[in-house]
């Protein structure tokens, strides 16, 4: 702070503090001479005027004060208002900084706009469950590895924007409209989501599980393979048979 600055700032003390002590002066004398002047009135009267008297004279003071040192200030060098120290000019912001603060508007925006699937308030309206990315989007980490993404449409003519949250899980999105339904589409099973293949070889008789049940072989399936041997050995016999009939009549 320079010398000359210094001055200044001291006689700008010093003119207001003149300017408040001749106000304050003339806003009691005028409220002293009011009620001195109505002892005849009630008390409530007399000390309703006073201070309207105080108030009408501090006014007209504050003017005549005003028009008085404006004059003085500019002869002595000193700002008419007052001396306001120049602020610092503030860093302009960086692309760096401009996209944290992209980000997190983004989160606190789908976080405000999750009070529509949640009006409790729970856990989706709370910007810090929510991760914000430069675009404008919004991502909420779910159960199961799923999150909620919250996408932003263009803006109308009234600078209104809607917002859309879709639960991404497998590559899949799914739009949803409250937490029920997101609730809902969390239980389910997802569409890629192996079914167990039906077991060919289980045989559908109920005789057939229970004779496997109770270990009762009358009442298990043979297998074909079993079967195929079986014929085979049944095809042998009736040839064995055929030779020994033919070889009886020749002897």
Known sequence: MTEQTTRARLLSTALDAADNIAIAAAAAAA??????????????????????????????????????????????GVPAYGYTPAAAPAPTPSREQLAEEVAADAAHRAATGAHGLD??????????????????????????????????????????STRTYLLVRDGEQIRVSNISELVALLDSPSADTEQPADNEDQDDDPWSALGRDLAIAELCPVPAAADDDQADE??????????????????
């Open 119 to 160: 009006r409790s308030g729970g856990s989706l309206t709370e910007a810090a469950n929510w991760l914000g990315a430069e675009d404008g989007t919004a991502t909420c980490e779910l159960p199961g590895g799923a999150h909620l993404l919250c996408v932003p449409s263009p803006a109308d003519q009234y600078g209104h």
């Open 234 to 251: 049944d095809a042998d016999d009736d040839v064995d048979q055929e030779a020994e009939a033919h070889a009886a009549g020749l002897l």
């Open 31 to 76: 409220s002293l001479t009011t009620y001195r002047t109505l002892a005849t009135r009630p008390a409530e009267t007399r000390f309703t005027l006073a201070a309207a008297a105080a108030g009408l004279a501090a006014c007209l003071a504050d003017q005549a004060t005003t028009q008085l040192r404006r004059p003085l200030r500019h002869r002595l």
